[in-house]
């Protein structure tokens, strides 16, 4: 992730934290003068002082002079933290090598994939404490900075999907209750009275996924209780099982409705299956 910027002349908006310091790359044009010059972000990196973070970088650069696509690196240096040059959602790295090594596509990934849903860890076996309350971004704060290092997330060979699954799957759910405004995207159909249409003609529309929760299955595991509504005449739709594996065009639905405020009321109240 980089972030371009001019020089700054005076009046900069400058604060210096302790412990934090900026890998940049100085570029410049030399037909464009001064204005040709740019100052990127690279990343920002915690250290004990300015001089340890440039022997750090110059180690690095000394054993990696060329970037992943075979670039010889240049013009890059360690400065005193600017907030002038800082891009907040940037993290600051541990080492000078987590920084080259981040990549912001994967966050990217993780966004997409992660939901908002929060889990109990009854048992510990993710926080060491049972009991506690975990939430996605704790989940991909962990993956990211122990993939590597963790002999059991290393297992998973970079399967966050896989590790994610896995360890939610021995907690239990923080039931979520579902906002009126769920619903109320551009892109959802208006709830309308039924058609009256060949009922087979609903597995042929699309379907728009409205939330879903971790529900006990009878084996005593969780798996997905996911909320569709059908985008061709607006009906609710509710399917029980794996989302990746169990699709509502495929599925057979545990319950229908019309009517949303009896949707929201079946799902937040809905809480898996449970032997006699």
């Excluded at 410049?28 to 001089?51: M, Q």
């Excluded at 360890?167 to 579902?178: A, F, R």
Aim: hydrophobic share 30%.
């Amino acid at each position: 992730m980089k972030i371009s910027r001019q020089p700054v002349c005076g009046g900069a908006d400058i604060s210096v934290p302790s412990d934090i310091f900026m890998v940049m790359e100085y570029s410049s044009d030399p037909e464009a003068g001064i204005d040709g010059d740019t100052f990127d972000l690279l990343f920002k990196v915690h250290s004990t002082s300015l001089e340890d973070a440039d022997t750090e970088l110059a180690e690095y650069l000394a054993e990696h002079p060329e970037d992943e696509e075979g670039n010889p690196y240049s013009g890059i240096y360690v400065s005193e933290y600017n907030s002038y040059f800082d891009d907040p959602e940037l993290p600051v790295f541990d080492s000078i090598a987590e920084g080259f090594a981040y990549n912001p596509e994967e966050d990217l990934e993780l966004d997409d994939y992660i939901s908002t849903a929060t889990y109990i860890d009854v048992d510990g076996i993710f926080t060491g404490e049972p009991g506690t309350e975990c939430s996605d971004d704790d989940f991909i704060s962990y993956w990211q900075a122990n993939k590597d290092s963790d002999p059991v997330l290393v297992d998973y060979q970079g399967d966050f999907d896989a590790w994610y699954s896995d360890t939610v799957s021995h907690m239990q759910p923080v039931e979520s209750e579902v906002e009126a405004d769920v619903v109320a995207g551009d892109d959802l159909v208006p709830v309308t009275e039924p058609l009256d249409e060949d009922p087979d003609a609903v597995y042929a529309s699309d379907y728009i996924l409205l939330d879903s929760k971790l529900v006990k299955d009878s084996d005593g595991f969780y798996t997905d209780y996911t909320w569709y509504q059908d985008s061709a005449d607006g009906m609710y739709v509710f399917v029980f099982g794996d989302r990746d594996l169990y699709y509502p065009e495929e599925s057979e639905f545990d319950f229908t409705t019309y009517d949303y405020d009896e949707a929201a009321d079946w799902f937040n109240s809905y809480d898996g299956i449970y032997e006699e």
